[in-house]
């Protein structure tokens, strides 16, 4: 039941709610949950995938080389494919922690009948690791990298830019500025049939400048699977728009006060060092989140990528 399963979410949790987990199901077959119920009902849950072999983000070998373990065999997985927040949404108060040893220990039992290696629950925040890891002696909280996170002032990015160094404030005066020098201007939009359709093809440009084979009918399928949950019904689209052309737009979705990036895409025939990645997955939500009560934002990206630039 799509309310009993969100009762349980955290806004934080946003790719663990009905709507994105529907989405995935419409668009790339059934979804395997584990869920525990009660006497009053439902008391928690995960959705399970099988996680990834080739290298990139979900690559065990690829983060744990220097940690020894069986990284090489198949683990059950425990969150929304692909998700890069996973918690597990779960009842609150009493019988929180009876249903969270409930879920991992049927979880264990799990892997163990499908001859696996164990159960691994990626880019979980380490509150939320080290409370579940409580719970089993053999359970272990390792940490990769840090989560990107922005928390909203009330008055948006000048405030934010207020608390920031002399260095920072100058270089994001120089990248609005460079990006208004081009001609850019930011427009907000849901994601309606027309920007689904451009959506589609900038990211998909995106995705294949860095090693995405998938290409736009990939795109297409997943955002059709979110039109069909009712998902996208969440999302906003800071676009840039030159003229009449729109260069670039990032994807994001609301799940209560936060705000979750997810996708970026941008035209790379007019790719003219106006900073646009910047602009609308960071500068831009900021007033955009104040504007509508949204106290933080999620950022997909690693915060590297901010620093490399």
């Not at 983000?57 to 690829?62: A, E, I, Q, T, V």
């Not at 009876?98 to 509150?127: F, H, N, T």
């Not at 849901?190 to 689904?196: N, P, R, S, T, V």
Request: glycine share 8%.
């Amino acid at each position: 039941d799509r309310h009993a399963w969100d009762a349980l979410v955290a806004d934080s949790d946003f790719y663990d709610c009905h709507g994105w987990l529907a989405a995935l199901e419409y668009a790339l077959g059934p979804v395997e949950l584990l869920i525990l119920h009660g006497p009053a009902g439902l008391l928690g849950g995960c959705a399970l995938w099988n996680g990834e072999r080739a290298p990139g983000l979900f690559c065990l070998p690829d983060y744990f080389a220097d940690v020894p373990g069986p990284w090489e065999r198949k683990f059950l997985w425990i969150g929304a494919r692909r998700s890069t927040h996973n918690e597990i949404p779960c009842t609150l108060g009493h019988g929180r922690d009876r249903a969270l040893r409930g879920l991992l220990d049927a979880a264990k039992q799990l892997a163990v009948r499908r001859d696996l290696a164990g159960v691994v629950i990626p880019y979980m925040p380490l509150e939320k690791a080290s409370e579940l890891a409580s719970f089993r002696e053999d359970a272990r909280v390792i940490l990769h990298s840090a989560e990107a996170s922005l928390a909203v002032p009330p008055h948006g990015l000048m405030e934010a830019m207020q608390a920031a160094s002399k260095h920072d404030r100058w270089r994001t005066r120089r990248e609005l500025a460079a990006f208004a020098e081009h001609g850019d201007r930011v427009e907000w939009r849901a994601l309606d049939d027309e920007i689904e359709r451009v959506a589609a093809d900038l990211i998909a440009q995106n995705r294949a400048r860095h090693g995405s084979m998938q290409g736009v009918a990939w795109m297409r399928h997943l955002l059709d699977g979110q039109r069909r949950s009712g998902v996208r019904e969440s999302a906003a689209v800071a676009v840039a728009r030159r003229d009449r052309r729109i260069v670039a737009l990032t994807v994001f979705y609301r799940l209560g006060r936060t705000l979750h990036t997810r996708y970026f895409g941008s035209d790379y025939a007019v790719d003219d060092g106006d900073f646009r990645y910047f602009v609308l997955s960071y500068y831009a939500p900021l007033d955009y989140a104040a504007m509508h009560g949204i106290c933080l934002l999620y950022t997909s990206p690693s915060p590297r990528d901010r620093q490399k630039s």
